[in-house]
């Protein structure tokens, strides 16, 4: 099973909004509704920003949202801010039980 | 509050074995799936294992597939990562993640191996 593709980075000034995309195939991010998003920040645990494609865990903030078309699901940050420079992973369901991982994209606020 | 705590990594040999365990508090382990994920030094994070709630249905990645076995007591709220004939690329830190609504919506802090050649 490959990894998810995304950029591997992408910037934005404070205030912008910015989407990361994550690309898979019909096996997996084309097949299921199964896609979630991590944030994790340098030395620190992955967190969930966004489960199920679209819904927000309890806690995050309603700047991020998340969409899905054929392929590609994508994040979309709102209102960036300083706080919101971190990786950020999708990851999919692909199969029996099976999960992949995009190769990550660091976002710099400028 | 949702605790989750990986031991067991350290140093080992190219081709040697080592067994992680993840203690899990503050839910009701026997209530929910769990993954194993884990993250190279400088790399992303790569998904490795699931497991369903009752220990019946596990599932690997391709590349750890006959090398890793994953299993949990459910009794004593654990977790754990059997890792067999370990190369290089296993350096990596270890993560165990709570699994909720298909995603992984609490993890641990990781516990580090280095495989040495």
């Known amino acids: 099973q490959s990894a998810l593709t995304q950029a591997a980075s992408v910037s934005g000034s404070p205030g912008q909004s910015i989407t990361i995309s994550c690309t898979g195939t019909?096996?997996?991010?084309?097949?299921?509704?199964?896609v979630s998003w991590y944030q994790q920040d340098p030395g620190k645990a992955p967190k969930l920003v966004i489960y199920?494609?679209?819904q927000r865990p309890s806690g995050v903030s309603h700047r991020f949202s998340g969409t899905k078309s054929g392929n590609t699901a994508s994040l979309t940050i709102s209102g960036l801010q300083a706080e919101d420079e971190a990786d950020y992973y999708c990851c999919s369901y692909a199969r029996s039980g099976i999960w992949v991982f995009g190769g990550g994209t660091k976002l710099t606020v400028l | 509050e949702v605790q989750l705590v990986e031991s067991g990594g350290g140093l080992v040999q190219w081709g040697g074995s080592l067994r992680l365990s993840c203690a899990a508090s503050?839910?009701?382990?026997?209530?929910?799936?769990m993954n194993w994920v884990r993250q190279a030094p400088g790399k992303g994070l790569e998904w490795l294992a699931y497991?369903?709630?009752?220990?019946?249905?596990?599932s690997y990645a391709d590349f750890v597939r006959g090398r890793f076995t994953m299993s949990r007591e459910n009794a004593k709220n654990s977790l754990f990562l059997q890792m067999n004939s370990l190369r290089d690329e296993d350096t990596a830190l270890y993560y165990c993640?709570?699994?909720?609504?298909?995603?992984?919506?609490?993890w641990g802090q990781g516990t580090m191996v280095t495989v040495s050649s």
């Open positions: 497991i369903n709630a009752a220990g019946t249905a596990i």
């Open positions: 019909s096996s997996d991010v084309g097949a299921y509704d199964h």
């Open positions: 993640a709570r699994d909720q609504d298909w995603a992984s919506d609490f």
């Open positions: 199920e494609v679209t």
């Open positions: 503050g839910f009701t382990f026997s209530n929910h799936a």
